[in-house]
């Protein structure tokens, strides 16, 4: 097994895998993990919400905010995400927890291919966490907004969307609970739930 290096690593900041350290994107790497301190205060926001909920986290990279679900209590989760090089870590990641193949779902798409793919199957899920590739934050967002019109995220569901400073947009159907650290937790209302006003600042296993 690599060694984790200093650069490299990213703490899970609590539940049974609290201050384990896992393999993030290497230094140059054009992804951009989730800090850990906007982790540790979604989360603790969550907390009410993760026991036996299935999670699906939109743009995964190396799968560290599943991971941290998955500590916390979650029962399953899905983790999307097309890049080879990030899916070698993820399921590295994944390895290096003991992560029992029953609790994820790999699903090795670009989002909006994996969001049809999943609706196809049926799969339902409680929490939606979306960190969008912010270069191109509103291509990305029909395929977010598409989780709940497609049915995937259950009315009354949660998502938490990482959104770039000043950045606005329009999720149909959601509605705002509270600002967090660079992102924002939005409630979905389900479908037909009503227009929400412009907001601001594989198979299972792995």
Do not use: Y
Request: hydrophobic content about 45%; charged content about 20%.
């Amino acid at each position: 097994m690599r060694t984790l290096s200093p650069g490299g690593a990213v703490r899970i900041t609590g539940g049974i895998w609290a201050s384990r350290k896992v393999f993030g994107p290497p230094p140059g790497w054009p992804l951009r993990p989730t800090p850990d301190a906007l982790r540790e205060q979604a989360f603790s926001v969550l907390a009410g919400e993760l026991s036996d909920a299935v999670f699906l986290d939109l743009f995964a990279g190396t799968g560290v905010v599943s991971l941290e679900a998955l500590s916390r209590g979650a029962a399953r989760a899905i983790l999307v995400e097309p890049h080879p090089q990030a899916l070698a870590l993820l399921r590295r990641n994944l390895e290096l927890l003991g992560v029992e193949p029953h609790r994820v779902l790999v699903v090795p798409k670009p989002a909006e291919e994996a969001v049809s793919w999943l609706a196809a199957r049926g799969e339902k899920v409680n929490i939606l966490w979306a960190d969008p590739p912010f270069a191109r934050f509103a291509q990305h967002l029909p395929a977010v907004a598409a989780v709940g019109e497609r049915g995937i995220l259950v009315a009354g569901g949660l998502l938490v969307l990482e959104h770039p400073p000043k950045a606005s947009w329009e999720l149909p159907g959601f509605s705002p609970v509270r600002a967090l650290r660079g992102a924002v937790l939005l409630r979905f209302l389900g479908k037909g739930g009503g227009q929400a006003e412009p907001q601001g600042p594989a198979s299972s296993g792995w």
